[in-house]
């Protein structure tokens, strides 16, 4: 039977076998509002230079997801791009077409912030045009920003610019200093860094305060620092599944600091290892609720989208919207418990027992199990919650009641 286009005209041979010289278009990369859009194992294979180093464009399309209550949506933002400092014919790397799927957007959380990241492109100044498209919006329509560009709106108590305009003109940066809304990356480092200091100064402020050794102190705290950036970014690789360019987790920074200076205390060191401990129950407390506000800043450790009034725009450097902000109450939890801790180091003083350090983590361990469930990243295991809980609840209790006898 002949072959026959819609038209009902017979197609050639050598017209039905050709191909069309237009590329195929782009699969929508899915992007969950509760996940950030991370780098494959292949792109982690590849090396530092090729992960950090890389030149990239990071366009915005802003909407608002429209006010009132329902279930979170989803919608596609297609993102269209031409190099404008093209001399002579367009070459392949002068264009590109890429479109990203969003899931998990809430009504009523105020303007939301959609970045791709476009790898592969020739550097230079770009012209890209973002649209959400209206085709995938399961509920009502999606709603212009009222905000026009540049009048000065900002989304409080973030100093964050919506821009109400569909087409931007930027320039091909370096993955590092390539801009996203609302993320600040060397926060992070300033204030973890600063942290460190804070921890170290009320550390060795209550030893010298008992009369101990502060040599023989920063020599362990150097040694606890240095395994806890190990173990930090070693415990994030393996939660990862090898990722190792993204991220930390201070649970392993807590076990690695742990394991070393449990070593060289024991190795004969000249400060007395409880008093060492409860000196370092303060600090450790406080010095996290300094650098804690550096993952709300860098856009890691990030919580849930939420439309309450509660909820602070921030940013997974994909999607910003409003979230519940996990970062900040954690670290009102380290300054709460770290306050508690340092007035009983003052009167009661350092009793040498480790006791203030052993209740401090456990109370910190219960306080973060209880943050935990707000936090987009799901859980891990479905046992591992109740077993944190119990076992942490059950050393805090035996902490203070030891502690009052």
């Known amino acids: 039977m002949s072959k026959r286009g819609r038209s009902g005209v017979r197609k050639k041979g050598g017209a039905a076998r050709r191909k069309s010289n237009r590329p195929n278009p ?142 931007e003109r930027l320039a091909s940066q370096i993955r590092p200093w390539a801009p996203i809304p609302g993320v600040h990356p060397v926060s992070w480092g300033v204030l973890v860094g600063l942290g460190v200091l804070v921890g170290l100064v ?91 506000p550096g993952c709300f800043l860098a856009g890691c450790c990030y ?7 509660w909820g602070i725009w921030s940013s997974d450097r994909c999607v910003g919207i409003r979230r519940v902000p996990t970062q900040l109450i954690e670290a009102a939890l380290c300054l709460a418990i770290g306050l508690v801790a340092l007035v009983l180091a003052l009167v009661e003083g350092l009793d040498g027992s480790g006791l203030l350090l052993a209740g401090s983590l456990a109370a910190f361990v219960l306080g973060r199990q209880m943050i935990l469930p707000y936090r987009a990243q799901p859980r891990q295991t479905s046992f591992g919650r109740p077993a944190t809980i119990v076992l942490a609840a059950v050393t805090l209790i035996a902490s203070v009641a030891i502690g009052l006898r």
């Open 26 to 167: 782009p699969k929508p990369t899915t992007t969950r509002a509760e996940r950030p859009a991370a780098g494959t194992k292949a792109e982690d294979r590849g090396g530092w230079r090729r992960e950090v180093l890389a030149e990239v464009l990071r366009p915005t399309c802003w909407f608002d997801p429209g006010e009132g209550e329902g279930a979170p949506r989803s919608l596609t933002i297609s993102f269209t791009g031409r190099r404008l400092d093209v001399k002579g014919k367009p070459r392949a790397g002068d264009r590109f077409v890429q479109a990203q799927m969003v899931e998990g957007v809430v009504p009523g959380s105020g303007p939301v912030a959609v970045t791709t990241e476009v790898r592969g492109m020739n550097p230079g100044e770009w012209e890209v045009t973002a649209a959400p498209s209206a085709r995938l919006c399961r509920s009502r329509p999606l709603h212009a920003l009222a905000a026009a560009e540049g009048s000065g709106h900002v989304l409080w108590p973030r100093r964050v610019r919506p821009r109400a305009a569909r087409t």
């Open 202 to 292: 009320v550390q060795g402020l209550l030893l010298s305060r008992a009369g101990e050794d502060i040599g023989a102190a920063l020599f362990v705290s150097a040694a606890a620092v240095v395994a806890g950036c190990a173990g930090a970014k070693a415990w994030y690789v393996v939660v990862q599944h090898g990722r190792r360019f993204d991220g930390w987790c201070v649970q392993g920074a807590i076990l690695g600091g742990g394991i070393a200076a449990g070593i060289v205390l024991l190795s004969g060191s000249a400060i007395h290892a409880g008093a060492y401990l409860d000196a370092t129950a303060p600090g450790l407390m406080l010095g996290m609720a300094v650098g804690r």
């Open 303 to 309: 919580g849930r989208p939420t439309a309450s009034r």
